[in-house]
């Protein structure tokens, strides 16, 4: 039997290896392609609808590649902007982004993307949620079919919605929370463990994520 942990581990050394924009070299990025490719067929998870409680989870992004090639990736933590997170539902403010968590909860089947997002002087924290709903059909276990239809902008504890928009930059009438016209994506899971998940997803991108043991940030996981 092929022992999965030193799989794992060339994975997360060859992911630990991008470069401060994001990207990778040519071989740190075939390094982390062959650990996956290594990886999908041990999965111990091969029937995702059979194991719905197992899969969910807080997960956290380790590695995010939106495109064909090392280039058409982004570091976890870098510079954007509240339009760009939103779908264009909230203003051109530049942000910060620290960490991306994906929230797959079996109740009411939520999957929700939760950015955690600083001003860029880092004195101010929020959290921007894209609340989504999934389902798995019979036919196609692994895969995900989500629904995004929310995104919304939340203060952590102790800071109101005026406080929020102020720090910010954001109009006083902003609203926190916007509807989205339907998004409906999929992702189909290659494999999953204990603490770990890798994702292919339906426009081409690649993901690997760490299970949290936390609470939860968008819903609560007892």
Request: glycine content about 6%; charged content about 20%.
């Amino acid at each position: 039997m092929t022992d999965i942990a030193p799989i794992k581990a060339e994975l997360l050394a060859a992911i630990a290896c991008a470069q401060p924009d994001g990207s990778y070299a040519d071989t740190d990025f075939d390094r982390i392609h062959a650990a996956i490719a290594a990886l999908t067929p041990l999965t111990p998870t091969p029937d995702c609808l059979a194991a719905e409680a197992f899969v969910a989870s807080p997960w956290r992004s380790l590695y995010s590649q939106f495109g064909p090639r090392h280039t058409a990736g982004k570091p976890t933590r870098h510079q954007t902007t509240m339009n760009l997170q939103s779908f264009n539902k909230f203003p051109a403010v530049d942000l910060f982004v620290s960490d991306i968590d994906q929230e797959i909860r079996v109740a009411d089947a939520h999957y929700n993307n939760v950015v955690s997002i600083a001003t860029l002087d880092g004195a101010h924290q929020a959290e921007m949620i894209i609340w989504g709903q999934y389902r798995i059909d019979a036919a196609t276990p692994q895969r995900y079919t989500v629904n995004f239809y929310a995104v919304e902008l939340r203060p952590p504890a102790g800071v109101s919605e005026a406080e929020v928009r102020a720090q910010f930059g954001l109009p006083e009438d902003q609203p926190l929370k916007a509807e989205l016209k339907p998004m409906k994506l999929h992702s189909d899971v290659v494999y999953c463990d204990d603490d770990m998940r890798i994702n292919f997803g339906s426009m081409g991108g690649v993901y690997v994520l760490r299970r949290l043991a936390a609470p939860g940030k968008s819903v609560s996981f007892g």
